[in-house]
């Protein structure tokens, strides 16, 4: 159902590292939750769609009036950023 | 005068009547929660100068005459998830273990602009994922009712601490059953809102198709004040909807409550069982009406909200990349930065739930799971449209069991999931759902039953609550 190597494709897709020693665990967990959400595949669902359903609201639209585009000050968030350089957040080169 | 047991109505009162200050008011809460809380752990920080400096704000207020609402000087307590501009919000993960919020949350603005007091943050299942408060970063919370046991969760810190009298009411979260299970548990009212009832811009998101914020209180009638301070549209969330309830909807005489046959099967504690029938024929001595009613899909609904929720679980979460906010871990290249950050912040459970929506959402897959589960989902919904054709309320037990002992479900996250086996229906179905006390167990533990009603609905929930409540009193 789930291989040992989808677990490595998708922690890579999660962006979370999952150490050699906690690969077994967690396949063994999701295995088990899989095949409990398996059982879904009894009900007839064949006439429905799978449109997300909500409020039943659509087009919430707001005035075209000018407003700060934050609710903080821009210095209060790059202040909770880990590195910035002026008014840039500072990250790692992104081609390596 | 004893302050210590007030529920929010009467506290107003005493407050109203200058028989007491905020102040005194306050004071009596922090005493409290330094007598009781090393034992209980409900709060992750408390802010008691803070709360003593707003209190003093208010009794000015109240002396210089002003009339003030019945939220004002009331001591709250607020989940860790929700925003308070310059106080930490950690969800209780190492993510944000450092995190200061801001700005306020649009709950937390309402609330502060009706004077309400915030007296702390409170302990959770890590950002909200988890039925006792155990997957807390910092530690677990304990049941005030017997230490040795869980509190529920995931707004176990706010359920304790309301039960405890560590604050007069309190904010939790509810995604699968966060707020009714805790409440549950600890022996309080947790009410569930409709969903687009109470804005979220502020709430450090879960799973968005889901999540409502709600009050967990001592009585329905702090319930209802809560609410009625939080609710209503707002423009930084746009699911939130202009829709009024309708109080006192109509005599308990015309009331009549759906009982699903689905519900009171297997794997139901036999005390759970007969408590919530003790409170169903409290109600039909008020003259409520009682009818069975079938909610079909009723089985399918964990599964279904154990694929819609990881799923956005896993695209919310994504933000925590250690680049804007919260942890990070350095290193030379950037995809380094995400993962390491990513493994560090995380605990086992939010990890695991990342990588199970990641997979029902993958190319392949989709189809199969989260396309399926949309399907199903509407299905429970229509199950409940029908239903309510011929009824006003359903009734059902809150969770399967009383609380249970900390540790005994920690290493099967399987049976920590089916403790949402009777809440997960309200929150795919989008309606308002209360939990409410009804005794305890032979070991004296509470025991809560659930009432759900239409979408927009909460009137009928106040008032059979505030029936009930009485009638239970006598």
Not at chain 1, 31 to 49: N, P
Not at chain 2, 179 to 189: L, N
């Amino acid at each position: 159902m789930i291989s040992k190597s989808d677990i490595k494709k998708l922690a890579h897709l999660a962006r979370i590292d999952i150490p050699e020693a906690e690969e077994e665990p967690l396949h063994h967990d999701l295995e088990r939750i899989l095949a409990y959400v398996g059982e879904l595949q009894k009900v007839d669902t064949e006439m429905l769609d799978a449109r997300a359903r909500g409020t039943g609201l659509k087009n919430v639209m707001q005035p075209d009036a000018k407003k700060p585009a934050l609710p903080s000050d821009p210095a209060e968030l790059l202040a909770a950023a880990p590195d910035h350089d002026g008014r840039y957040v500072r990250v790692r080169s992104v081609w390596s | 005068m004893e302050l210590e047991n007030l529920t929010i109505a009467e506290a107003h009162k005493l407050l109203a009547s200058r028989a007491i200050s905020a102040r005194e008011l306050v004071a009596q809460t922090c005493k409290t929660i330094r007598e009781k809380d090393p034992a209980i752990h409900g709060y992750l920080e408390v802010y008691e100068n803070e709360a003593l400096a707003d209190a003093s704000r208010i009794d000015k207020k109240i002396a210089e005459g002003e009339s003030l609402g019945t939220l004002a000087g009331i001591p709250l307590a607020i989940k860790d998830n929700i925003l308070v501009r310059g106080n930490m919000a950690s969800a209780a993960s190492r993510m944000l273990a450092a995190y200061t919020a801001a700005y306020d949350a649009t709950v937390i603005q309402r609330l502060r602009a009706a004077g309400a007091i915030f007296v702390g943050r409170t302990n959770m299942d890590e950002f909200a994922m988890g039925s006792s408060t155990e997957n807390s970063a910092f530690g677990p919370t304990k049941n005030p009712h017997d230490t040795s046991r869980v509190p529920g969760g995931s707004s176990g810190g706010s359920a304790a601490a309301v039960a405890a009298h560590e604050c007069v009411g309190a904010l939790g979260s509810d995604t699968g059953g966060s707020i009714r299970q805790p409440a549950s548990f600890c022996g309080v009212v947790g009410l569930k809102p409709t969903y687009g009832s109470v804005s979220r811009s502020g709430l450090i998101a879960m799973a968005s198709s889901l999540d409502q914020i709600g009050p967990i209180t001592k009585t329905v009638e702090d319930s209802e004040i809560l609410f009625d301070a939080i609710r209503g549209v707002d423009p930084l969330d746009s699911t939130t909807v202009d829709r009024a309830y309708l109080k006192d909807p109509k005599p308990m005489e015309h009331m009549v409550i759906g009982i699903p046959k689905e519900y009171f099967v297997g794997g139901l504690d036999p005390q759970v069982k007969e408590k919530v029938q003790d409170a169903l024929r409290t109600l039909q001595g008020l003259g409520v009406k009682t009818k069975e009613v079938s909610l079909p899909h009723a089985e399918y609904a964990l599964a279904t909200y154990y694929i819609i929720m990881p799923a956005e679980v896993s695209a919310n979460l994504a933000r925590f990349d250690g680049i804007r906010y919260g942890l990070s871990k350095d290193a030379e290249k950037l995809f380094e930065v995400y993962a390491g950050t990513r493994h560090a912040g995380f605990g086992a459970e939010v990890r695991r739930r990342i990588i199970l929506g990641t997979y029902v959402l993958s190319a392949g897959y989709y189809d199969a799971y989260y396309a399926k589960a949309q399907k199903v989902r509407a299905l429970i919904k229509q199950d409940f449209d029908t239903a309510f054709e011929t009824v006003d309320a359903i009734i059902s037990p809150t969770a399967p069991t009383p609380a249970f002992k900390l540790g005994e479900k920690t290493s099967d996250p399987l049976a920590m999931y089916l403790e949402d086996i009777y809440t997960v229906t309200a929150n795919l179905a989008g309606i308002p759902a209360i939990s409410i006390p009804c005794g305890l167990s032979h070991d004296n533990l509470p025991i809560g039953f659930q009432l759900m009603a239409r979408e927009f609905d909460e009137g009928t929930l106040f008032a059979i609550g505030k029936a009930y409540e009485q009638s239970a009193k006598k």
